[in-house]
């Protein structure tokens, strides 16, 4: 079945840029998402169609796609941006639906 | 204000079913796709399936397909699903969510309904 894969842990200082990638082979045909989850929260869309923010979404927030992979770029990280982080995409058919296994940010 | 609000936590023992309902408010519920996915402690999303509320057609994962039953009642603007045969595995927290074409993503996520199986 058809995976994407993160890295499960991305530590970044407050004020850097932390970048969370997410690789599949089917990236290159279909658009990818990625969602914001807090502990005990329902996860929060932060990025849709690889690269644009929904209203609400702080600037800082940014997403790229190049070839397999897609990107999610936080500039200027602030402690209230630890969290989860869950790429989202559809199989080469896109008839199915999958996440990425997830990437903790932690904001040193 | 759009939402959706689920139904709430539940225990059932193994073999049990579990039926899990979505009320969506504040759109033309007909409109958006309603997806399940589910959550277990400490572990990442896994996506179950979807439903259209207008046509009633839906699809699941292959690894959910026969044992999950998506159905509608749009006359109250719900979303119901169930989940068969269950096992210790199943115990995770359910959230529907609905599928918003302008984005082509999940815009608006329930509060999420926990469900333990357990003897």
């Known amino acids: ?108 | 204000q759009v939402q959706l609000v689920q139904s709430g936590a539940e225990v059932k023992k193994p073999g049990a079913s579990v039926k899990v309902s979505c009320k969506a408010s504040g759109y033309t519920f007909t409109s958006y796709e309603i997806n399940w996915v589910r959550q277990a402690a400490g572990q990442g999303l896994e996506w179950m399936g979807w439903m259209n509320p207008n046509s009633g057609y839906r699809g699941s994962a292959q690894k959910f397909q026969g044992r999950v039953t998506m159905t509608r009642d749009t006359s109250i603007g719900t979303v119901y699903m169930e989940v068969s045969s269950l096992r210790s595995e199943d115990t995770a927290i359910y959230y529907c969510v609905r599928e918003n074409p302008m984005v082509e993503a999940f815009d608006i996520w329930g509060q999420g309904t926990m469900v333990t199986v357990s003897s």
């Not at chain 1, 500039?75 to 941006?81: I, L």
């Open chain 1, 1 to 108: 079945s058809y995976e994407l894969t993160q890295p499960p842990s991305v530590s970044v200082s407050p004020g850097q840029t932390a970048r969370i990638t997410c690789s599949g082979d089917a990236l290159p045909k279909q658009y990818a998402n990625w969602y914001q989850q807090k502990p005990g929260q329902a996860p929060v869309l932060v990025i849709y169609k690889d690269s644009e923010r929904p209203s609400g979404i702080p600037e800082r927030f940014s997403g790229s796609s190049s070839g397999t992979t897609v990107s999610l770029t936080i500039s200027g990280v602030q402690a209230e941006d630890e969290a989860d982080y869950y790429c989202q995409s559809a199989d080469s058919s896109g008839l199915y639906v999958v996440f990425g296994g997830g990437a903790k940010l932690t904001v040193l």
